[in-house]
């Protein structure tokens, strides 16, 4: 960078930050601070350089990545996580392998979770419906499992339930 900062590093050594010395700029090849690109790579924030990553199952080694693969049943093979299955207004839905009140047992669920980032209760299911018991209502244009509004007409009291993602009508009293 600067000839006054190149000589001052020569005299009494570099000013490092991480990788790169903040008087003259020179890179070295350690202290990077990695976070993830894309699928691929991970770049350091301090000198731009970029490198794969490092795969530990469905982790990365270096930057903490994810990247999940889901076997048939939505939960990915490595680490267990449910598939996200859908979002919806400040709501995301997906799968989870929680305990049934019902059946008694530990059973796939399908989960509505708060998705607003600066909401308290961010993260926190909203209700959980277990799929082997029936309480998650299947949705035949979505083809797959999904959380349902369940609306009550005021005029004659008849219910239906709406599918979040797609907005078909499940099931009408």
């Not at 009494?12 to 691929?40: F, L, M, S, T, Y």
Request: proline fraction near 4%.
């Amino acid at each position: 960078m600067n000839l006054f900062g190149k000589l001052k590093c020569k005299k009494q050594g570099h000013n490092w930050n991480g990788c790169k010395c903040v008087r003259c700029g020179e890179v070295r090849d350690e202290g990077h601070h990695w976070r993830a690109g894309d699928d691929k790579l991970h770049y350091c924030t301090n000198c731009r350089k970029s490198e794969p990553h490092v795969w530990d199952g469905c982790k990365c080694k270096v930057c903490g990545a994810t990247k999940h693969t889901f076997g048939d049943d939505g939960f990915c093979i490595y680490c267990g996580q449910g598939k996200v299955v859908g979002y919806s207004l400040g709501k995301r839905t997906e799968l989870r392998l929680e305990h049934c009140s019902r059946c008694g047992k530990k059973t796939p669920h399908l989960a509505v979770i708060c998705n607003y980032p600066n909401d308290p209760n961010y993260g926190t299911a909203y209700r959980s419906d277990c799929i082997p018991c029936g309480s998650a209502p299947f949705c035949p244009k979505c083809n797959s499992y999904v959380s349902a509004t369940t609306t009550r007409n005021e005029f004659d009291g008849a219910a239906s339930a709406v599918c979040d993602c797609c907005g078909t009508v499940l099931w009408h009293e």
